[in-house]
């Protein structure tokens, strides 16, 4: 049975940081893509980072880019996202993927709220 299972939400303030944990199970984690998407409330689902199966690869979404890191652990099956400076407008749910092919796969999510 394949799971992603996020955690590390919560409620920061504004210049804070939270690190994201996403741990897989049921299927070859190491081959496939993994990445990160947040959902804000009447919004569209957008990545945040992503990262290939290796972790040789990176990629950010421009608000993010030098504030949040995506990393992973393929012997733990985990992968991460440490998030810095944190804004008022990185309020959303965060969402774990994993892409191989055909094959994609989704977490629950984990709510993260930045105010002060």
């Known amino acids: 049975q394949v799971q992603l299972v996020e955690s590390g939400g919560g409620l920061v303030q504004p210049g804070g940081s939270l690190r994201l944990s996403c741990a897989a199970s049921g299927f070859t984690f190491s081959s496939y893509d993994m990445s990160w998407y947040r959902q804000a409330p009447g919004k569209e689902r957008e990545l945040v980072a992503g990262?290939?199966?290796?972790?040789?690869?990176?990629n950010y979404e421009d608000s993010v880019k030098g504030r949040f890191t995506i990393s992973r652990d393929n012997p733990k099956n985990t992968v991460y996202l440490q998030m810095n400076s944190l804004k008022p407008e990185d309020t959303a749910v965060y969402y774990c993927?994993?892409?191989?092919?055909?094959?994609?796969?989704w977490g629950q999510g984990t709510q993260v709220t930045i105010s002060s």
């Open positions: 993927n994993a892409n191989f092919y055909v094959y994609r796969y």
């Open positions: 990262i290939s199966s290796g972790g040789g690869f990176t």
